[in-house]
């Protein structure tokens, strides 16, 4: 019961952030890169399918550590690290984004969620520390 | 044992001895032992220590294939199991039943009786031999799984204005265009420095004989190329029946269609005929295994701790919110990296960085329901599978109950790759709904006949946090062989732990690895 109810909230909650949602009509990328460019997009298409819509993580057999109001992410450094070359079951996801994208997903998580960092990661930062 | 063996045996012996492992593998390989998952051999575990124990964690198929085989060689099994059922990632969802993900989102299976999804794995390929010796010796029964089938479907938003091809005129024109040009470039003399002209002739009949081609060497429509490609209109019986061959395929536009990307597809080891699969659903295999290990398994049982000492090992876990502890002499944990990377494990610290190193793939499966099969009725596709380069990747006809009058279950989307990501991130209802608006683009019908669906996104399962464990081959380099040893008293099987990710037969020939070597210590361990 309290999990089917759970479930209407995040159904309810995603229809709001895909409708500001653009790639191809469906809404999906086209080829073997993320094409979502603003925080927000790439948050809601790919963080949210592990950390969830509120970025509030889960529970099952192990978890998905929540990422709002997670005092982790004042070090900028730690989660360009994670996006882009992950860690134990996270993926690297450099593979799929540009500098530029993986700034924008930091900095869109870093300033929402309940968490108020407001220095910015750069694509230039992001160059350093993914190593591509 | 003949002597054609005997002596390729003493050779790989002299190899190896004189070469090295290394040398001894790429023989092995070169001689076409190597190059597939081996025969399951007997496993000799004998001379068990009288009460002696193992815990096994996970009752996926790696950790039941442990219980089975240890308890019969006389160890005292238990298995701890998160779920409430057997089985893990061998798993099937039918009509009634019910799953719930990560982010609470609950699904009603609406299938029909009798129709099903694979989540997991879905096919066995005849050479998975330790997948195909259990199905023998436990009486699953099985069916053809059909991997191609030449009137399915080939299909580019980019090309032929996004109208689906039939694979049957990709290939036979893709081919039959391959071996023109290269007859071509014999006729031109290009290939004189290269073959002798006896090889250039042999070449030349051999072209022909593969692609089709007129005794000129060209490909063109005809009889003999509609035998490959098809008819325009097939020949029949009586005054109707003449036959009308049929139009190729414009060379340019085929090649640029992308579309001979999908026609190779069936040659991979893995996906040549023969290729099977339980029939009712995969989980049969983990219910035949359940059988035989049920009573050892403690259900709904998170692992939170491993620890070991020299005596044993004590595994700490959550049983319906009550704190319990597991001892054992020994453990073989089947728990998926993803998970086993967040709980506290006493091993070496080698192990432990290699199974804090193996991210898990993304992948989303949807099994949507038609109130007819119409990819039968209307267009003859009997089972198979039809690719596109939509996010949706593959459409897959049942390979069962053909012409059945009820409804039936396409997998209608196999997402990998960033489109995983996206559709995982969706509401199931959402990501149900996306693959029926791709696939309208291949079969119309899907607008008047859809029915109902469910979707898995491998992220959001609560027992694996992912599909398989994503090895790199640096990763491997690194850290594969850490991962494997027997550290303590611990050692961890699973196809994570194999050469074979994703695939039961990983999985299976990882347990027995696993198993003989464990045991192989624990009968030199003094008790």
Redesign the interface.
């Known amino acids: 019961m309290k999990s089917s109810i759970k479930a209407l909230v995040v159904t309810g909650l995603f229809s709001l952030s895909a409708a500001a949602m653009a790639t191809d009509d469906a809404g999906f990328s086209l080829g073997n890169k993320f094409e979502e460019a603003s925080g927000d997009e790439l948050y809601h298409a790919i963080c949210q399918g592990c950390h969830m819509s509120e970025a509030q993580g889960a529970q099952g057999a192990g978890r998905y550590p929540a990422l709002a109001n997670n005092p982790k992410l004042s070090a900028g450094a730690y989660v360009t690290f994670m996006v882009s070359n992950g860690m134990g079951g996270m993926p690297a996801l450099k593979q799929y984004l540009s500098d530029e994208q993986i700034a924008e997903v930091v900095n869109y998580t870093r300033s929402h969620f309940g968490n108020n960092f407001t220095d910015k990661v750069s694509a230039d930062d992001v160059k350093i520390i993914a190593k591509r | 044992m003949t002597n054609h063996s005997m002596s390729r045996r003493a050779l790989l012996g002299w190899i190896g001895k004189t070469a090295g492992a290394g040398a001894m593998y790429q023989a092995m390989t070169s001689l076409g032992f190597a190059a597939e998952s081996s025969h399951p051999g007997s496993l000799n575990l004998d001379g068990v220590k009288k009460g002696a124990t193992v815990l096994v964690l996970g009752a996926g198929v790696a950790g039941m294939t442990s219980a089975y085989e240890l308890r019969k060689a006389g160890y005292k099994v238990k298995i701890l199991e998160?779920n409430s059922r057997a089985g893990g990632r061998c798993w099937t969802l039918r009509g009634g039943d019910s799953y719930?993900e990560?982010?609470?989102?609950?699904q009603q299976c609406q299938f029909a009786e009798g129709n099903y999804i694979n989540p997991g794995p879905w096919r066995v390929p005849y050479h998975h031999h330790h997948v195909m010796s259990y199905i023998n010796e436990f009486n699953i029964a099985i069916e053809p799984f059909i991997q191609v089938n030449y009137n399915a479907l080939v299909h580019s938003t980019k090309a032929f204005g996004g109208k689906p091809q039939r694979y049957r005129t990709v290939q036979a024109d893709y081919q039959g265009y391959a071996a023109e040009l290269l007859a071509k470039t014999i006729n031109q003399n290009a290939l004189d420095d290269s073959l002798s002209l006896e090889d250039r002739e042999k070449l030349f009949e051999s072209l022909r004989h593969w692609g089709a081609l007129n005794e000129k060497g060209k490909y063109q429509k005809s009889h003999e190329t509609s035998l490959r490609r098809g008819f325009a209109i097939p020949p029949g019986g009586g005054l109707s029946g003449k036959g009308e061959p049929s139009d190729l395929i414009d060379q340019s536009a085929l090649l640029q269609s992308d579309l001979w990307k999908f026609i190779v597809n069936g040659q991979d080891i893995e996906f040549q005929s023969s290729i099977f699969q339980p029939v009712g659903g995969m989980d049969n295999i983990a219910k035949a295994f359940e059988k035989r290990v049920g009573d050892l398994i403690e259900y709904n049982a998170?692992?939170t701790k491993i620890d070991q000492n020299d005596t044993g090992v004590t595994v700490d876990y959550e049983h319906q919110g009550v704190a319990k502890t597991a001892k054992a002499d020994w453990c073989v944990c089947t728990?998926p990296?993803?998970?086993l990377?967040?709980?506290p494990v006493k091993a070496s610290s080698a192990m432990q960085t290699a199974i804090?190193s193996v991210?898990?793939?993304?992948s989303v499966k949807v099994g949507l329901e038609f109130n007819r099969r119409f990819w039968e009725q209307d267009e003859a596709i009997f089972g198979g599978v039809s690719y596109t380069d939509l996010?949706i990747t593959n459409i897959s006809y049942p390979s069962t109950k053909y012409y059945d009058k009820g409804k039936g279950v396409l997998l209608g989307a196999y997402v990998w790759?960033?489109?995983a990501?996206?559709?995982?991130?969706?509401?199931p209802?959402?990501r149900v709904k996306?693959a029926v608006?791709?696939g309208k683009q291949i079969h119309p019908q899907y607008t008047e006949e859809f029915n109902n669906g469910i979707a898995v996104?491998w992220?959001?399962?609560?027992?694996?946090?992912?599909c398989f464990g994503?090895w790199t081959e640096e990763k491997r380099e690194q850290h594969y062989d850490n991962l494997c040893q027997v550290d303590g008293r611990l050692v961890l099987a699973g196809e994570h732990a194999s050469h074979l990710p994703a695939w039961q037969e990983g999985a299976i020939s990882s347990a027995h690895d696993a198993i003989k070597r464990l045991h192989k210590k624990a009968v030199a361990t003094a008790a």
């Open positions: 998160f719930t990560l982010g609470g989102a609950t998170r692992v728990i990296l993803s998970i990377s967040q709980i804090r991210p898990y793939a993304s996010p790759g960033p489109n990501f996206e559709f995982t991130s969706l509401a209802e959402e996306k608006e791709y996104g992220h959001r399962v609560p027992w694996t946090q992912g994503a």
